[in-house]
Antibody, heavy 123, light 107 residues
Framework: QVQLVESGGGVVQPGRSLRLSCAASGFTFNSYAMHWVRQAPGKGLEWVAIIWYDGSSEYYRDSVKGRFTISRDNDKNNLYLQMNSLRVEDTAVYYC????????????????WGQGTLVTVSS | DIQLTQSPSFLSASVGDRVTITCRASQGIRSYLAWYQQKPGKAPRLLISAASTLQSGVPSRFSGGGSGTDFTLTISSLQPEDFATYYCQQVKSYPLTFGGGTKVEIK
């Protein structure tokens, strides 16, 4: 069965960095685009970034562009989110999510989600 | 960016009720719309893709409709396990965006 397990969350001061990981199993990881989605406490869902199945392209929401970097290791079936210059407003549960369709589909929706990892940015 | 407006934001209903949630897009998105269910402390679950395609394992009491700018999610007979928050999402263009959510609570 498909499993997505995030890790790397925690409490960090504004301006610092954090790297999230997502370990994938149960599907052919290198065939699917992958996403990061976040949810601030008590708030709605917010898409963060996508990386194509082969890592050849990435897209970000404007508020994280230039600060966050999505990457993947298709040999290890891992997805990453490097978060730099963190702000208080980045505080959220971060989910990794698998694209519904393989290869040339790059906009979702998201068929499977991890359990999420909480990032708290606070001084 | 494509904005999605869900209504109502809160809905109180009884078991067995027919419930309809609407989602309006700020511009036409054809059928590039999905619906998710989220329960407290859990990740969202994909219910419907392409506006009306029920995902495998999702009960047939759920149905989706619409195209262009106006969409609906209908639960034909609300069950106890359906009390949750529902989100629509447009998958037409980046940034991918979600509606604000509709919380369905027990009357």
């Amino acid at each position: 069965q498909v499993q997505l397990v995030e890790s790397g969350g925690g409490v960090v001061q504004p301006g610092r960095s954090l790297r999230l990981s997502c370990a994938a199993s149960g599907f052919t990881f290198n065939s699917y685009a992958m996403h990061w989605v976040r949810q601030a406490p008590g708030k709605g869902l917010e898409w963060v970034a996508i990386i194509w199945y082969d890592g050849s392209s990435e897209y970000y929401r404007d508020s994280v562009k230039g600060r966050f970097t999505i990457s993947r290791d298709n040999d290890k079936n891992n997805l990453y989110l490097q978060m730099n210059s963190l702000r208080v407003e980045d505080t959220a549960v971060y989910y990794c999510a698998k694209n519904l369709r393989a290869y040339g589909d790059y906009t979702g929706p998201f068929e499977y989600w991890g359990q999420g990892t909480l990032v708290t940015v606070s001084s | 960016d494509i904005q999605l407006t869900q209504s109502p934001s809160f809905l109180s209903a009884s078991v067995g009720d027919r419930v309809t949630i609407t989602c309006r897009a700020s511009q036409g998105i054809r059928s590039y719309l999905a619906w998710y269910q989220q329960k407290p402390g859990k990740a969202p679950r994909l219910l419907i893709s392409a506006a009306s395609t029920l995902q495998s394992g999702v009960p047939s009491r759920f149905s989706g409709g619409g195209s262009g700018t106006d969409f609906t999610l209908t639960i034909s007979s609300l069950q106890p396990e359906d009390f949750a928050t529902y989100y629509c999402q447009q998958v037409k263009s980046y940034p991918l965006t979600f509606g604000g959510g509709t919380k369905v609570e027990i009357k």
